[in-house]
């Protein structure tokens, strides 16, 4: 089966920890997002990679940083930095230029962190 | 600067229902608007999009209107079902290309009563 796997589903830390959430895709997919969900504020854009080797910030990367080694990998590291890490992350990829779907995010099922 | 604004925040519909969402934009550059259902527990997942040469495009009972002249564009549900029960967010982007980075709106929850 083709898709988006994040792993744990829940992740507990310390406060002052570095925590490293894994996104992997099968889908041949060249662009990779991390986006942060709180409750009302809807999906806000961390990172975003559009090819191997290279990223990008979005809207909210300060405390978070990313790489992106493989094409189909695109682990996020929420760093002591972040004041507020509590939150569900939810990782994407959307396929390549020319494909019919390009531009449509295909969405992980989210990996719900909370430091306690 | 959130520059997609959603409402309801949250939205009870009766089964058989129309139930409507409403999205406004800031960016005029914007030229392609996206809407994504999640269920509990789930990532978001492509519901219907538009692009902006278009007023109206249907799927099924799910309906985008969009009106360029007041930078907004809503979701119609026809015919809720209790199945529709989700979190809907309204996107928009500049070019529908990978790599396009997608502005979200706040999101709506909808319950479809039985």
């Known amino acids: 089966d083709g898709g988006i796997t994040q792993s744990p589903k829940y992740l507990f830390r310390k406060e002052g920890q570095n925590v490293t959430l894994s996104c992997e895709q099968n889908l041949n997919h060249d662009a990779m997002y991390w986006y942060r969900q709180d409750p009302g504020q809807g999906l806000r854009l961390i990172y975003y990679s559009q090819i191997v080797n290279d990223f990008q910030k979005g809207d909210i990367a300060e405390g978070y940083s990313v790489s992106r080694e493989k094409k189909e990998s695109f682990p996020l590291t929420v760093t002591s930095a972040q004041k507020n890490p509590t939150a569900f992350y939810l990782c994407?990829?959307?396929?390549?230029?020319?494909?019919?779907?390009?531009?449509?995010?295909?969405f992980g099922p989210g990996t719900r962190l909370t430091v306690l | 600067q959130q520059q997609v604004k959603q409402s309801p925040q949250s939205l009870i519909v009766q089964k058989g229902g129309i139930s409507i969402i409403n999205c406004a934009y800031e960016n005029t550059a914007f030229d392609y608007f996206p809407w994504y259902q999640q269920f509990p527990g789930k990532g978001p997942a492509l519901l219907i999009a538009?692009?902006?040469?278009?007023s109206e495009k249907k799927e099924g009972r799910f309906t985008i209107s969009f009106n360029k002249s007041a930078k907004q564009f809503s979701l119609h549900i026809m015919d809720s079902q209790p199945g529709d029960s989700a979190t809907y967010f309204c996107a928009a982007s500049i070019g529908e290309t990978s790599g396009s980075r997608l502005t979200f709106g706040e999101g709506t929850q909808l319950t479809v009563n039985p």
């Open positions: 994407a990829s959307s396929p390549a230029e020319g494909h019919p779907r390009t531009g449509e995010q295909f």
């Open positions: 538009i692009r902006p040469d278009v």
